[in-house]
């Protein structure tokens, strides 16, 4: 296989790289992986077998050499000066028409940048965000690339025979300019830290607040999978609350510290959300808990000093009542949570010039990525119906599903008020649609406040232009 030049490159052969490569061969298309450390360019030759076209190395020269041309190369690497370091490494050895692509989840002002300087040797950078971990980049990962769209073509037979599949359909699609993919990825991963706090809240109350049991819990979870909420998210929980701990023989979720880690892209979606002026409250609280998880010591002090003496309050409903209640007030939770991100989108993608259409990012979320939900497919459908809806909670459907459930979320959230229990992402959720859905806002008792102290000028309902009153 010496001679043979390669469909495909990959360059950092750690979990996703390795995996990466296996399902790309897994779909007869030639691969060669570089990585400097000699084990894992081995490592990857002998997992993928004879008879496989699969090549690993730590040179460079013989990586660039061996690719079909124009070459297409995919960098897995940890994101920030790793992707630099490495681009100045190969570029000098690439040739114009070559299409590098970043797979890490990058900063998207990073990817713009680097397409501009790559293009001025006539390489084209895409960001392209990848989901799903290990074993979706083994068995068949959400892609969200972006970049060139001739380019794409030279990518689009390896992507969508790698990528996962939902009804025959490939969980990738080219998404726009520019740094489009990193920044629709981005939202991916706030959206995912929002139902990740819905999670543990549902699962606070119904177990705190509720009161009940670990194995009644699971069969919560496993039975709401089977449900409208069906996702991966709801799937891998069920699973994690059976897991026993084999050091305690005690359930495992109740030996791991609540000290939540973050990489940052949930907080860069917020930190960007407010720069564009979006709204996005339920992904910003739940990157805000996060936050407060951090505070461990504090709150052990707190929890003794302002004891919550409500949380036993009895509750009248049965248990069944209790907990298709919560699975209502979470399912419109979830999708006013995907309503928020894909507002964020439709903002940034004429801020940005992404050229983003929502129903193919709904579309390519469906299957492989962490936040795939059978929701999306609803979802999707709205965004076919009408692709310029300004919101998704304007969808007739959408709309109609959030009205039907806003009761059940109301009640719920009266009592984990009454029991101290704290469920933000919910109630973020719920403000959201009620904000949303308000015709006058009190802002603007904002407005005249702002002219009385600083003379800000206000407008008036009834007639155009900018006005200034002295207040007495
Ligand atoms: C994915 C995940 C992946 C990663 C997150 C974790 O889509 O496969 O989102 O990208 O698990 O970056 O993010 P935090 O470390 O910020 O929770």
Redesign the pocket.
């Known amino acids: 296989m010496k001679d043979l030049q390669y469909e495909f490159g990959m360059v950092g052969l750690g979990v996703m790289g390795r995996n990466l490569m296996l399902n790309i061969a897994d779909h007869d298309f030639s691969v060669i992986g570089l990585d400097l450390d000699p084990e894992k360019a081995a490592a990857v030759e002998s997992e993928a077998g004879e008879s496989k076209a699969v090549r690993g190395t730590t040179s460079a020269e013989e990586f660039v050499r061996a690719l079909r041309k124009p070459r297409a190369l995919l960098l897995l690497v940890p994101a920030g000066k790793p992707v630099d370091a490495v681009i100045a490494s190969l570029v000098p050895l690439l040739e114009p028409g070559d299409i590098v692509i970043d797979g890490g989840?990058s900063y998207f002002p990073d990817t713009d940048r680097r397409v501009v300087e790559l293009a001025e040797k006539g390489i084209h950078f895409f960001g392209m965000?990848?989901?799903?971990?290990e074993k979706?980049a083994r068995f068949g990962p959400s892609m969200m690339p972006g970049g060139n769209r001739e380019a794409y073509e030279r990518l689009r037979p390896v992507f969508e025979a790698i990528a996962a599949k939902v009804n025959g359909e490939p969980c990738v699609t080219y998404l726009g300019n520019g740094s489009a993919g990193n920044y629709v990825?981005m939202v991916?991963?706030g959206i995912?830290?929002g139902v990740m706090q819905l999670i543990s809240e549902a699962y606070d109350f119904m177990k705190r607040g509720a009161g009940l049991s670990d194995e009644e819990l699971q069969r919560v979870f496993q039975d709401w999978n089977q449900s409208e909420l069906q996702s991966f998210l709801i799937e891998i929980t069920g699973a994690i609350l059976n897991q026993k701990d084999e050091v305690t023989g005690q359930y495992l979720v109740s030996v791991i510290s609540d000290v939540a880690?973050?990489?940052?892209?949930?907080k860069w979606t917020s930190q960007n959300a407010m720069d564009l002026q979006v709204p996005v409250p339920s992904i910003d609280m739940a990157v805000l808990m996060r936050d407060m998880s951090k505070y461990k010591e504090e709150r052990v002090e707190a929890a003794k000093a302002l004891p919550n003496n409500t949380l036993q309050e009895p509750i009248n409903e049965s248990r069944q009542e209790l907990v298709d209640q919560v699975r209502n007030a979470f399912y419109f939770a979830m999708l006013a949570t995907y309503a928020q991100g894909l507002a964020q989108l439709k903002v940034a993608s004429e801020a940005y010039d992404y050229g983003l259409q929502l129903q193919d990012v709904a579309k390519i979320w469906r299957g492989g990525?962490?936040i795939r939900a059978a929701c999306l497919t609803d979802i999707r459908a709205a965004y076919e119906r009408k692709p310029t809806l300004p919101n998704l909670l304007l969808d007739p459907k959408i709309g109609e599903d959030l009205l039907e459930r806003q009761g059940d979320l109301r009640h719920v959230l009266k009592m984990a008020i009454d029991r101290g229990i704290p469920m933000p992402v919910f109630m973020a959720s719920l403000t959201y649609f009620d904000a949303y859905r308000t015709e006058t806002l009190p802002t603007n008792l904002i407005q005249a406040q702002r002219d009385y102290f600083g003379a800000h000028t206000y407008e008036r309902i009834d007639q155009p232009g900018t006005f200034h009153t002295q207040w007495n």
């Open positions: 989840n965000g990848i989901s799903g971990g979706g990825k991916h991963n995912e830290y880690r973050s990489k940052g892209t949930g990525c962490i």
